[in-house]
């Protein structure tokens, strides 16, 4: 998690957000989105501690409108990149037209304003882009969570595993700790795959022995 959030309860900023963590020889080093962070001994009870945390703070987080809000502020950057893109535009066409300038020099004489506004506009819409991305992944993780661990686990099928990460750059067990390395696209997928995996539940059985009932003796 790179983005925190503000606490419903407290009308501030959530404190102590975990940003990842990570084993380092017998050590668990736990880092906090504000660039704090802490040591634990390293083992299972503190490992499962530390993600039922991060589970719970992505959920306050999917449920304290910032998905929402940051979607609203996205938009209306677009929207402003658009305006900023047309008057830009149409100041040139207007120039140009009017013989005021040549095609060359048009850099010199277009409005440092505009210019700088789209600058502005565009450093801050990549920003708010990247958070945006970051908060439709994880709340796709939340709603999937329980299906892909199942699906994980089950012995419905030797191929699972592969079925489940079909399409996608994963190869390991997904944890809410793994979201941050994997893409949008990725976590999207997944939940495709499972709908698919879902749909054709008992269509398909592993052979045992395998057969090769395609070639005639």
């Known amino acids: 998690m790179q983005y925190g959030y503000i606490d419903n309860e407290t009308g501030a900023e959530a404190i102590a957000i975990i940003k990842e963590i990570k084993e380092i020889g017998n050590e668990l080093v736990i880092k906090f989105v504000d660039g704090t962070h802490r040591v634990e001994d390293l083992n299972d009870a503190n490992v499962e501690a530390a993600l039922a945390i991060m589970e719970k703070q992505a959920k306050e987080r999917n449920e304290s ?3 929402e809000k940051t979607t609203k502020t996205f938009q209306t950057l677009n929207a402003i990149r658009t305006v900023i893109a047309s008057s830009t535009a149409a100041t040139t066409v207007a120039l140009l037209a009017t ?3 040549q095609e060359n020099n048009i850099l010199a004489v277009v409005p440092i304003a505009l ?3 789209g600058l502005v506009t565009e ?16 709340a796709c993780f939340l709603e999937i969570k329980d299906e892909y661990e199942e699906l ?3 012995k419905k099928s030797a191929h699972m595993v592969d079925n489940l990460h079909a399409g996608t750059e994963i190869n ?13 696209e990725d976590i999207l997928t997944i ?10 539940d008992g269509v398909f059985i592993d052979s045992q022995p395998k057969v090769n009932n395609l070639k005639r003796k």
């Not at 450093?123 to 994880?138: C, N, S």
């Not at 939940?191 to 054709?200: Q, T, V």
Request: no cysteine.
């Open 123 to 138: 450093v801050k819409r990549r920003k708010v882009k990247g958070k945006k991305e970051e908060l439709d992944k994880y």
């Open 152 to 154: 994980y686990d089950s």
């Open 99 to 101: 013989g005021a300038v």
């Open 172 to 184: 390991e067990f997904l944890t809410i700790n793994d979201i941050d390395k994997y893409s949008k």
């Open 191 to 200: 939940a495709r795959n499972i709908e698919n995996i879902k749909a054709l």
């Open 115 to 117: 210019v700088a506004a």
């Open 65 to 67: 409108g910032e998905k």
